[in-house]
């Protein structure tokens, strides 16, 4: 009996032995046999300092425009003979009143704009009134 116990043991002890061998070999040798998987490649991008660059589309006209703008904006409040000119932050455009006679010194305003060489500022920019005794503290 003794005897049918240690065959018995010993069938036991060497399937245990070759499941666990087969275990550790599944788990060292499957790992070869594994398809990788094909990456794409990356597509390697400049360094960059993280600063957003301003788009450069701005056409010659459109730069000059906007410096003239910003020009005539840093040089206000003016006030001349003929008129007073101010700039309304909340309206972005420049207030410009006319003292009598109106016709005449609006004419005067505008040819003071090209000879000033604020010609390429857009009419739209300007917001003509015409009133009798403004003096520059009562524009606004």
Same mark, same amino acid.
């Given at each position: 009996m003794n005897n049918k116990w240690s065959i018995k043991l010993k069938i036991f002890f060497l399937l245990l032995l070759t499941l666990a061998g087969l275990g550790l070999a599944s788990f060292l040798i499957l790992p070869l046999f594994r398809k990788e998987s094909v990456s794409q490649p990356v597509a390697s991008l400049p360094p960059t300092t993280g600063a957003i660059e301003a788009p450069t589309t701005s056409s @010659?006209?459109? +730069?000059?425009k906007n410096e003239q703008f910003s !020009?005539?904006?840093? !040089?206000?409040?003016?006030?001349t003979e003929a008129f007073i000119i101010k700039f309304s932050y909340e309206h972005n455009r420049f207030v410009v +009143?006319?003292? @009598? @006679? =109106?016709?005449? !010194?609006?004419?005067? =305003?505008?040819?003071?704009? +090209?000879? !000033?060489?604020y010609y390429a500022i857009e009419e739209k920019y300007f917001e003509i009134r015409l009133e009798q005794e403004t003096t520059l503290e009562n524009t606004f």
């Open positions: @010659p006209e459109e +730069t000059l !020009n005539l904006k840093d !040089n206000l409040p003016l006030e +009143t006319v003292y @009598p @006679p =109106f016709e005449q !010194n609006e004419e005067v =305003f505008y040819d003071w704009l +090209t000879d !000033n060489d």
